[in-house]
């Protein structure tokens, strides 16, 4: 257990205090320890955190230790073994309440389980709301405040880092970005209060949101199908798509990376990098396969960018090898591409980003 849970413990509950005379550690009583240890751990330059303690016990720790004089050396001694030995005798602490205990299963238990027994009973999620809100993305950023006042907008501006203030600003419509910038001129006599009021009262916006069952859009999670199948089978599902929703289609279809695409989206110097995660035998499958069309450009765009020893040991083993069957063509393809993205998710390449009107 930390040292801030069981602070949390001994700190004083009641808001009356009593000045309390100098004593030995043994008389005195829980709510003096703790100030004392706080006190200790302050001097000794510790980062001491008490904020997520109930605004109640930090008012009345504070009045304590305002209160209270000195400690000579054995009363302070005896304080601060009593607690490291209450630490060392502590096996195993359980969070408080229903929030501690989701919070300690958060990403354990499903999104759904979580979302309904924080409405049952009623907990929102703990820390700063301000934290909570900072993270989101701009395009969410955008949707939360274009839902809002211009007043709270601009609180929700001036809580953000610079950059991404900036950024979502130049995402807004102009007239909306020129109302909240003005009215952040206006926020210099908000109290903390009231910037504490509109965090919170935003972060439930975000607790009311319904947990999606799936974490990837759909236009991501069919391209990412497409791009596992065979090239006859994207091509008609493809079609099929365009005839049903054209607008869908096109989104998918930037979704894609198929082996033909990798000319144009792959750097030739990272090539060599490609080339050394695919073992040769998948290699020479998927080389020996894609021989026409863009499929066999883009095999010559591979060898190419290699050294000409191993660019001529590919093309013996192609020789060697012969007519490779439909199917584990296809599968060696799949592999290259899937390798790709991955060096792409791992940040060890980067693809050339595509032109909007590239499919």
């Known amino acids: 257990m930390s040292s801030q849970t069981q602070l949390a413990r001994?700190?004083?509950?009641?808001?009356?205090?009593?000045?309390?005379?100098?004593?030995?550690?043994?008389?005195?009583?829980?709510?003096?320890?703790?100030?004392?240890?706080?006190?200790?751990?302050?001097?000794?330059?510790?980062?001491?955190?008490?904020?997520?303690?109930?605004?109640?016990?930090?008012?009345?720790?504070?009045?304590?230790?305002?209160?209270?004089a000195y400690i000579d050396r054995n009363t302070?001694?005896?304080?601060?073994?009593?607690?490291?030995?209450?630490?060392?005798?502590?096996g195993l602490s359980f969070p408080g309440g229903v929030s501690g205990a989701l919070s300690a299963l958060e990403g354990r238990i499903s999104p759904m389980t979580s979302a309904r027994l924080r409405k049952e009973a009623g907990v929102r999620q703990i820390g700063d709301p301000w934290d909570r809100l900072r993270a989101l993305s701009i395009p969410e950023l955008q949707e939360l405040v274009e839902a809002e006042s211009i007043e709270v907008a601009a609180v929700t501006v001036s809580k953000l880092d610079v950059g991404k203030a900036a950024e979502?600003?130049?995402?807004?419509?102009?007239?909306?970005a020129r109302r909240i910038t003005y009215a952040v001129s206006l926020t210099g006599a908000i109290t903390p209060e009231a910037v504490d009021r509109i965090g919170l009262t935003l972060a439930s916006q975000m607790d009311d949101v319904p947990p999606k069952a799936f974490v990837d859009a759909p236009v991501d999670r069919v391209g990412a199908i497409l791009n596992s199948s065979t090239a006859a089978t994207r091509d008609d599902l493809l079609s099929a798509l365009e005839e049903t929703d054209a607008d869908f289609a096109e989104k998918v279809r930037k979704t894609i990376f198929t082996y033909a695409h990798i000319p144009a989206r792959v750097e030739a110097?990272?090539?060599p990098r490609v080339a050394k995660e695919i073992d040769d035998a998948t290699?020479?499958?998927?080389?020996?396969?894609?021989?026409?069309?863009?499929?066999?450009?883009?095999?010559?765009?591979?060898?190419?960018?290699?050294?000409?020893?191993?660019?001529?040991?590919?093309r013996e083993s192609i020789e060697e090898r012969g007519t490779v069957p439909s199917r584990e063509g296809e599968a060696a393809l799949s592999v290259v591409t899937t390798v790709i993205r991955e060096l792409e998710s791992a940040g060890d390449l980067k693809l050339i980003a595509q032109d909007e009107g590239e499919e």
């Open 269 to 271: 110097r990272d090539i």
């Open 76 to 90: 302070l001694g005896d304080v601060l073994l009593e607690f490291a030995h209450e630490l060392e005798s502590i």
């Open 10 to 68: 001994i700190t004083p509950k009641h808001s009356q205090i009593e000045k309390q005379p100098e004593q030995s550690g043994s008389q005195l009583s829980k709510k003096h320890k703790a100030a004392i240890i706080v006190r200790f751990l302050l001097n000794e330059g510790a980062e001491v955190s008490l904020s997520d303690l109930p605004d109640a016990q930090q008012v009345e720790l504070t009045y304590l230790m305002g209160r209270m």
């Open 283 to 314: 290699l020479v499958t998927a080389l020996g396969y894609a021989t026409e069309g863009e499929a066999g450009a883009t095999t010559e765009f591979l060898l190419d960018s290699i050294s000409s020893r191993l660019a001529d040991q590919l």
């Open 168 to 176: 979502l600003l130049s995402s807004l419509p102009g007239e909306m």
